[in-house]
T-cell receptor, first 115, second 109 residues
Framework: EAEVAQSPRYKITEKSQAVAFWCDPISGHATLYWYRQILGQGPELLVQ????????DSQLPKDRFSAERLKGVDSTLKIQPAELGDSAMYLCASSLAMQGSYEQYFGPGTRLTVT | LAKTTQPISMDSYEGQEVNITCSHNNIATNDYITWYQQFPSQGPRFIIQ???TKVTNEVASLFIPADRKSSTLSLPRVSLSDTAVYYCLVGDTGNQFYFGTGTSLTVIP
């Protein structure tokens, strides 16, 4: 069964450093999502791509976060500089996003710890 | 943005049927209702999706009344491995999907 790949699985970084996460969605999935999940809370959407275009980044802290999906396939989420409050699980998901089918397939996530 | 309201937590004994209700008073005409399950340190996993009436698959049933302002996820004969957080989402391709805090289900032996 096809899966969403994410790397790294775990990342420890010091505050003020730069950090990047990578996601490879399921082949053929045009829609890609990045979520942040703080312990004890539900996932919060950071950015949504349709192919290479950003559809929604209203919740992305643009002063320090950036996301790209240059060729409409894999994607990178970057934080620079990292802050203590950025410690969380970062989840990537993809979907076909066809009318009537909104199932999102999630990757295993990247657990970020900022010290 | 269609938000949802769910109970924070529920307990159930093994073998019982569990019903988790979700309120979504502001659901739009084009919105679908989707439920996800999440285990600790894993990404959410799709359980079931519906638009109206009843949908059933191999793991759950979803009941949606005519006004669509709520929905109920039904898990038949739960086991210990069903202990997880369950999220109800409402939306379509044009809307942000809001996970909320979900319902933490604990299955007791």
């Amino acid at each position: 069964e096809a899966e969403v790949a994410q790397s790294p699985r775990y990342k420890i970084t010091e505050k003020s450093q730069a950090v990047a996460f990578w996601c490879d969605p399921i082949s053929g999935h045009a829609t890609l999502y990045w979520y942040r999940q703080i312990l004890g809370q539900g996932p919060e959407l950071l950015v949504q791509f349709q192919d290479e275009s950003v559809v929604d980044d209203s919740q992305l802290p643009k002063d320090r976060f950036s996301a790209e999906r240059l060729k409409g396939v894999d994607s990178t989420l970057k934080i620079q500089p990292a802050e203590l409050g950025d410690s969380a699980m970062y989840l990537c998901a993809s979907s076909l996003a066809m009318q009537g089918s909104y199932e999102q397939y999630f990757g295993p996530g990247t657990r970020l710890t900022v010290t | 943005l269609a938000k949802t309201t769910q109970p924070i937590s529920m307990d159930s004994y093994e073998g019982q049927e569990v019903n988790i209700t979700c309120s979504h008073n502001n659901i739009a005409t084009n919105d679908y209702i989707t439920w996800y399950q999440q285990f600790p340190s894993q990404g959410p996993r799709f359980i079931i999706q519906g638009y109206k009436t009843k949908v059933t698959n191999e793991v759950a049933s979803l009941f949606i009344p005519a006004d669509r302002k709520s929905s109920t996820l039904s898990l038949p004969r739960v086991s210990l491995s069903d202990t997880a957080v369950y999220y109800c989402l409402v939306g379509d391709t044009g809307n942000q999907f809001y996970f909320g805090t979900g319902t933490s289900l604990t299955v007791i032996p």
